[in-house]
């Protein structure tokens, strides 16, 4: 089943620090977590103006170690990663288990590209999917990814 994941995150040229993933599977069933162990004093002036305010907190804010168990619980064995510039997000969800190497022996070692996707179709996702409710919150922006593989999806058939 394909899921698509968005990391909202601190990076300062070495490190990617998550704030929070949100994840959409293909079927419609949504994961939204909040990084309880990032130091979100870190954050630069972009960040601190568009993504912290929309962190909900409370019960979705949990240690590392428990969204990384709860992801596998979401995706399961046989996961297909998909995300939009994911470049980052996938090293983001790489490193909840360690090592690429250390990621779940059933899941794929690589998260394909929405981007790339419309990029090889030559189409310009700006103007065929209207932007997410609420930018730079992790779970509106994987449902975004989700609605932009589907019509990408459709324009292929």
């Not at 998550?18 to 972009?46: H, K, M």
Request: charged fraction near 25%; proline fraction near 6%.
């Amino acid at each position: 089943m394909q899921f698509f994941i968005d990391f909202e995150f601190i990076e300062d040229g070495k490190t990617i620090e998550p704030i929070s993933v949100g994840i959409a599977s293909q079927d419609g069933c949504d994961f939204y977590a909040e990084f309880a162990d990032t130091d979100l004093t870190r954050a630069d002036d972009w960040v601190k103006a568009n993504v912290i305010p929309f962190l909900i907190g409370g019960p979705v804010r949990m240690a590392t170690s428990d969204i990384a168990r709860l992801i596998v619980d979401f995706v399961g064995d046989e996961p297909e990663f998909w995300g939009y510039y994911a470049d980052y997000d996938w090293v983001a969800l790489c490193r909840l288990y360690g090592r690429m190497i250390d990621l779940p022996p059933t899941w794929p070692m690589f998260c394909l590209d929405v981007k790339q996707e419309a990029h090889r179709l030559g189409v310009d996702l700006s103007e065929a999917i209207p932007p997410p409710a609420i930018e730079h919150y992790a779970l509106s922006d994987a449902m975004w990814t989700r609605d932009a593989w589907r019509y990408l999806r459709g324009l292929a058939r």
